[in-house]
């Protein structure tokens, strides 16, 4: 009888660092977009060494709102020990802003395993395309997935104009994961594919990576 061969997972995987700074008059992390292990095998241990007692408060999940990837992290104390966060899914992506006061910066990107981050596409009720977010940001080599509901019956075309090389072809919204093939900011459209139809335009930004 033959025996299954089990592939451990790896040990004492160190946390990904991610440093709070203060740069060029802009609250930025070290990392600003990064992959970690999967299945429980790596955490994130947040610093700051700003001054300043920053929050960090990640973005919802627009799809589904009970798939929470991080907890936020509501005071991080300059100088104290790092916060250390361990992930609540085995994999899949969000994003995060720094907060100080009333100001805000990012977005910055944590993925666990292979993700994806989710970004919404709808029809709203005047007859326009949402997207949600609008600008999001994975890290390089990082998945997206644009989903809609499943009772949408609407096609939408995503488009990169005037972008020679952009990070994932031309498609049509089809609740698949893909991953990026360029690092960069770039501007993408959300149409249907004939002009007859009763819906209107959208679009949105992705940055992939840390740039």
Same mark, same amino acid.
């Given at each position: 009888?033959?025996?299954?061969?089990?592939?451990?997972?790896?040990?004492?995987?160190?946390?990904?660092? /991610? *440093?709070?700074?203060?740069?060029?008059?802009?609250?930025?992390?070290?990392v600003?977009?990064?992959?970690?292990?999967?299945?429980?095998?790596? !955490?994130?241990?947040?610093? !700051?060494?700003?001054?300043?007692?920053?929050?960090?408060?990640?973005?919802?999940?627009?799809?589904?709102?009970?798939r929470?990837?991080?907890?936020d992290?509501?005071?991080?104390? *300059?100088?104290?020990?790092?916060?250390?966060?361990?992930?609540?899914?085995?994999?899949?992506?969000?994003?995060?802003?720094?907060?100080?006061?009333?100001?805000?910066?990012?977005?910055?990107?944590?993925?666990?395993?292979?993700?994806?981050?989710?970004?919404?596409?709808?029809?709203?009720?005047?007859?326009?395309?949402?997207?949600n977010?609008?600008?999001?940001? /994975?890290?390089?080599?990082?998945a997206?997935?644009?989903?809609?509901?499943?009772?949408?019956?609407?096609?939408?075309?995503?488009?990169?104009?005037?972008?020679?090389?952009?990070?994932?072809?031309?498609?049509?919204?089809?609740?698949?994961?893909? !991953?990026?093939?360029?690092?960069?900011?770039?501007?993408?459209?959300?149409?249907?594919?004939?002009? !007859?139809?009763? /819906?209107?335009?959208?679009?949105?930004?992705?940055?992939?990576?840390?740039?």
């Amino acid at each position: 009888m033959a025996t299954q061969r089990v592939t451990p997972f790896p040990e004492n995987v160190a946390d990904q660092s /991610i *440093s709070i700074g203060y740069v060029g008059g802009n609250f930025v992390p070290s990392v600003a977009a990064c992959t970690i292990l999967g299945n429980g095998q790596q !955490n994130v241990a947040f610093s !700051n060494t700003t001054g300043t007692t920053v929050s960090i408060n990640f973005v919802p999940d627009p799809v589904n709102s009970s798939r929470v990837v991080f907890n936020d992290i509501p005071n991080l104390v *300059s100088g104290a020990p790092a916060t250390i966060l361990t992930p609540l899914v085995s994999n899949g992506s969000a994003n995060y802003y720094i907060n100080v006061g009333s100001d805000t910066y990012g977005p910055f990107a944590i993925q666990v395993g292979i993700g994806p981050l989710y970004v919404a596409v709808s029809t709203n009720a005047t007859g326009g395309i949402d997207v949600n977010p609008g600008t999001v940001r /994975i890290p390089s080599g990082g998945a997206w997935e644009l989903y809609k509901n499943p009772s949408d019956t609407h096609t939408y075309n995503v488009s990169w104009p005037n972008i020679t090389a952009p990070p994932f072809p031309n498609f049509t919204v089809d609740n698949t994961p893909r !991953n990026a093939a360029q690092n960069g900011s770039f501007d993408y459209k959300v149409k249907p594919p004939v002009f !007859n139809e009763t /819906i209107g335009h959208g679009g949105g930004t992705v940055r992939v990576g840390g740039g």
